[in-house]
């Protein structure tokens, strides 16, 4: 793809993705399109050579893998990246009667965001849903579209410090506006039921989420848009595996599309990177070919995983942010991560292999390091890594105001790193002994 369709695709995937299930929903139209068979867990697998295959989990992680037809002694080469970004959640419960007659929305943070970015913005509010059915249930994903809410600032009349910093109690400052009055036509689950042509009564529960409406755009060459931490990754890791499957086998590896949910609140569950969803579906791979458990972990020994998530980019106004000598800024390529107490993977050797995948697509690298004095979050390399044992580099794209409700980059990146990865797919990576690796 050219420069310009790269952004364009991935700003529409952004708009279709308003939450975790409706990414992995969109991705997995895009894998089906693409020639992609989606397998059940709960199911028997029959996997055949020259197949392409995706399993989903929770609706909010998806792997996919293409098994080669000539593949005498495979291993597997794995990006990762995750579907969803700090939010609000609704409980349960949604409305708040609240003093003068508002109707507020009663959230709850999900994940670190940047509070006030998320005031006196046009809300609306997607996720899922289960209804009752004659014999069950049935779990529908539901996205409102329109905007519905909004979490106003207190005027500068009534707070005369609130330039002067501010703190923000997700109980009290955060809770979004709803409506101006009660009524059963204007409660959430009416509008939700109305958008899903089904009874409020039929729905059983929800995991519904705000998100901010406003549609991304690219300007004087950077992208502006809610959640680019962490589609922007999961877009271009998407794009590279698609292709690199086009042409059938051409590495002699297994590659693996990973997309995990629950990055942004510590990965901690079934559909997350510290489950055991990776690991399971390795398995059910090696098994389907007869492998033994020794035999498979001897190819997990010799698989190599691009963990890919976003970096920090020089700030404009605050550059003492910013290590010195491990400055990262967009649009200058791809960021490698490093960090002395692991919260990063990479290390010599794999940042060094990565670097020479990256030397073949004719793409730029940058290093980033956090300042010695301001530690860092984790991300998905290390946490992956607690379940299955892997060479592991920790990459991502130079962005600003991570964790914004609107997100800035650059728009360059994202071609970058899909040719990389491209790139990355399109080799074989095998450990040759004595210390060496072969990139073929």
Known sequence: MMYKQVSEEL??????????????????????????????????????????????????????????????????????????????????????????????????????????????????????????????????????????????????????????????????????LYALGEGEKVTL?????????????????TDLFVYNTQRGIEWNGMISAPRLDDLQCVFASLCAFIESGKSGEASGAIPMFCLFDNEEVGSQTKQGAASTFLCDVLERISGAAGLSPAEHRRRIANSFLVSCDNAHAVHPNHTEYADRNHSVFMNRGIVIKYNANQRYTSDAVSAGIFRLVCEKANVPTQYYANRADMPGGSTLGNIANTQVSLNTVDIGLAQLAMHSSFETAGALDTYYLVNALSAFFGMKLCFAGNGKYRLG
């Open 11 to 176: 700003l529409s995937l952004i708009q279709q993705s308003p939450s975790c299930f409706h990414a992995v929903r969109t991705i997995s139209a895009l894998l089906e399109e693409a020639g992609y068979t989606q397998l059940n867990e709960c199911d028997s697998w029959k996997l055949e050579k020259g197949g392409k295959y995706y399993t989903t989990r929770n609706g909010s992680s998806v792997i996919a893998f293409a098994i080669g037809e000539e593949l005498d002694d495979y291993h597997f080469q794995l990006t990762s990246s995750h579907s969803d970004s700090p939010t609000f959640k609704v409980k349960e419960r949604a409305e708040l009667k609240g003093k003068g007659g508002y109707l507020q929305l009663n959230t709850e943070g999900y994940g670190g965001m940047l509070c006030a970015t998320w005031m006196d913005r046009p809300l609306s509010v997607a996720g899922r849903v289960t209804l009752r059915t004659a014999d069950g249930i049935e779990i529908k994903n539901v996205d409102l579209c329109d905007p519905v809410a909004l979490i106003p600032n207190v005027a500068i009349h009534m707070n005369r410090n609130a330039n002067d910093g501010a703190s923000f109690n997700a109980a009290v400052d955060m809770l979004p």
């Open 189 to 205: 689950r009416a509008r939700v039921a109305e958008a899903l042509g089904v009874r409020d009564t039929d729905i059983l529960t």
